[in-house]
């Protein structure tokens, strides 16, 4: 019997990992020391290095989030199956990209536009959190990994890193769309088992001179364009535009805005400077104002900006209703159905024919008021899907007509020639149609008229001296037409009442 030792039977001299251990230790010192050595951020002294790198936050921020999934459903199996994963590499490759995604959203932070946000905060604690749970993870499962060893500290670990990422990516994720996100279109019971108010009912939209000029016209226009960064945990240049008061004060370049003066403006000197110029807003890659947004923007800065006015309290013209059709068409068609209530003094057959058209232009075609028998019609929410022929439609009811919009749409002469059978009507609006002299000549019959807007037409000299034969006019629009100023001239001494608008 031989004496022999067979070595490969020997117990493996197990290695610790004390090498692993004391780096990850290092690495969890480091990033907990990070925010206390950096300091506050001020993103105008940071070198355009850290900008760069700190982008990279939310391409790399991903990896991590994989990969820990992907490692908590390993362990869940094995679990039940009893085959551990021994190898290391998973929880490495967690815990590196977890450092680089903590450290990339670190330089992010530092790069400036995100002071004073308590969910930024909260976002940066939480990250820093999850990157060090990740390396303690890694640290456990290196000590675990050998044959026999216990899992379940690195278990823990591992659930509680994914629990801390979770809670950190729901932050960030607010951060970059809002709040309530995830929230915003949840249903009644879902929203009352997380503690949150039932969702208001739907209003009807209101008409457009009842409508608050900033909160529902000029704050849905910065919401859009301009909020996604100026708001709580994302104001660049220091500057909030989700509230009022915020837009107000401003930020570190001064004033937001300047009550009754669009052009001294700060806000509206960046959205008019070129393109090209770094500091025009939005930046590059971003959508800015579109030019009704903008001179919707001005208008209202240009009327004090007040936050509580409604539209009828402004000097709202024909070219800013125009263009706040173009931004939000409802606010020119807003309006309640016509129904027997509002108009009590209107016949069966009138409501019961009004009710039958305006399916056919829904929003289109009201009652002037709850207990009157005159109609008001717009067509800007069908722009040039409305043609002679769908107008000539409204016929039977044209002779109880007391205001007709049809800018921008696709009418001609024929269309107007029918409202001469309209003898109480006192606003049409043509603007921006393919109307002609012609028109003028059914104008004229209609001596109620008080507002008449030819704005952007092919009328010229010859058919507008006609209309001083309407002494009850108030108001005459003639921006971007061919009339002459001379023409002008005449016909202002016809109608000494009525202001003449050639332009803004």
């Not at 039932?198 to 000029?213: F, G, N, T, V, Y």
């Not at 263009?323 to 068609?333: F, G, Y």
């Not at 921006?432 to 000299?461: H, M, P, R």
């Amino acid at each position: 019997m031989s004496n022999e030792i067979d070595l490969d039977e020997r117990p493996a001299k197990t290695s610790r990992p004390y090498f692993l251990t004391l780096a990850g230790l290092l690495t969890i010192g480091g990033l907990v020391a990070l925010p206390f050595l950096a300091g506050e951020p001020d993103g105008g002294k940071m070198p355009d290095m850290v900008r760069f790198l700190g982008r990279f936050h939310p391409v790399i921020l991903h990896l991590p989030i994989g990969i820990f999934v992907l490692i908590l459903c390993q362990e869940f199996v094995a679990m039940f199956t009893g085959k551990t994963q021994r190898s290391i590499l998973p929880a490495f490759l967690g815990a590196a990209s977890a450092v680089l995604a903590m450290l990339a959203g670190f330089l992010l932070y530092q790069g400036g536009g995100f002071e004073g946000s308590e969910l930024v905060e909260d976002h940066l604690w939480g990250g820093l959190g999850f990157a060090c749970l990740a390396v303690l993870s890694f640290i456990a499962k290196a000590w675990s990994a050998g044959p026999g060893s216990s899992q379940a500290f690195y278990r823990v670990l591992v659930l509680s890193s994914v629990g801390v990422m979770t809670y950190a990516s729901h932050n960030g994720g607010s951060i970059t769309h809002g709040e309530d996100y995830l929230t915003k279109y949840a249903p009644d019971p879902i929203r009352e088992a997380i503690g949150l108010e039932p969702k208001k009912p739907k209003q009807e939209a209101k008409p457009l001179e009842e409508q608050i000029a900033y909160a529902d016209i000029v704050h849905p226009i910065l919401e859009k364009r301009c909020v996604q960064c100026h708001k709580e945990g994302k104001s660049k240049g220091k500057f909030r535009m989700d509230t009022y008061e915020l837009l107000l004060a401003g930020g570190k370049e001064g004033d937001g805005l300047e009550p009754g003066n669009a052009d001294d403006s700060n806000i509206v000197y960046r959205i008019e400077l070129p393109e090209d110029d770094e500091e025009h807003m939005p930046p590059d890659g971003k959508e800015g104002l579109d030019d009704n947004e903008l001179a919707v923007l001005k208008w209202w800065i240009n009327e004090g900006a007040d936050p509580v006015k409604t539209v009828a309290e402004l000097n709202l013209t024909d070219e800013i209703r125009a263009a706040i059709a173009k931004i939000v068409p409802s606010a020119a068609t807003s309006g309640d159905a016509p129904t027997a209530a509002k108009a009590d003094t209107a016949s069966a057959d009138l409501v019961a024919m009004v009710a039958k058209l305006s399916e056919e232009f829904p929003g289109g075609l009201t009652f002037e008021s709850q207990s009157s028998a005159n109609l008001t019609f717009t067509g800007v929410s069908l722009r040039k899907n409305l043609t002679d022929e769908l107008f000539e439609k409204l016929a039977p009811v044209l002779p109880k007509m007391v205001s007709v919009d049809l800018s921008a749409s696709s009418v001609t002469d024929a269309s107007v020639a029918l409202l001469a059978g309209s003898p109480d009507l006192k606003l049409i609006r043509l603007a921006e149609t393919g109307i002609t002299d012609a028109s003028i000549d059914t104008l004229v019959k209609l001596q109620n008229l008080e507002s008449v807007n030819l704005y952007g037409t092919k009328v010229t000299d010859e058919g507008v001296k006609k209309l001083a034969a309407l002494k009850n006019l108030r108001s005459l629009y003639l921006w971007q037409t061919a009339v002459t100023p001379a023409a002008i001239a005449e016909l202002q001494k016809a109608l000494p009442d009525a202001q003449i608008i050639t332009g803004i």
